[in-house]
């Protein structure tokens, strides 16, 4: 069984950080995002609480928050060119900082029920 989820609703990143989170698709099963982050900017912290599937199509430098505290920071250029997909868990409260000169650009698959059809 998984842990209630801890954080409010407004902190939900089409919520908190509508400017670079984007649902192209949503069903009972699934929320399909697109993440726009351009150059220098920081979005609002803000939470995803389902795991997913995440593909980065144009990568940038970025700089990670984990609850305000800077956790992260990709150094040196970036390979350009699409990533293999990604495996994320339900994230708390975060934003990313694009510190590059590109645009971020990922689709992220939020899988809303377990295997089981339970709701999450």
Not at 3 to 15: G, K, S, V
Not at 21 to 35: A, G, K, P, Q
Request: charged residues 25%; negative net charge; aromatic residues 8%.
């Amino acid at each position: 069984m998984t842990e209630p989820w801890q954080w409010p609703d407004h902190l939900d990143a089409t919520i908190a950080a509508p400017d670079s989170h984007t649902v192209i698709f949503e069903n009972d099963l699934v929320r399909v995002l697109e993440i726009v982050l351009p150059p220098g900017v920081k979005e609002p912290e803000h939470t995803h609480r389902w795991p997913s599937l995440m593909t980065v199509m144009d990568p940038a430098r970025i700089r990670f928050f984990a609850e305000g505290e800077l956790a992260y920071e990709s150094l040196g250029a970036e390979p350009t060119g699409p990533r293999p997909p990604r495996w994320m868990d339900p994230e708390g409260p975060h934003s990313v900082e694009n510190i590059d000169t590109c645009v971020f650009r990922a689709h992220r698959v939020e899988l809303k029920r377990p295997r089981d059809g339970a709701p999450t």
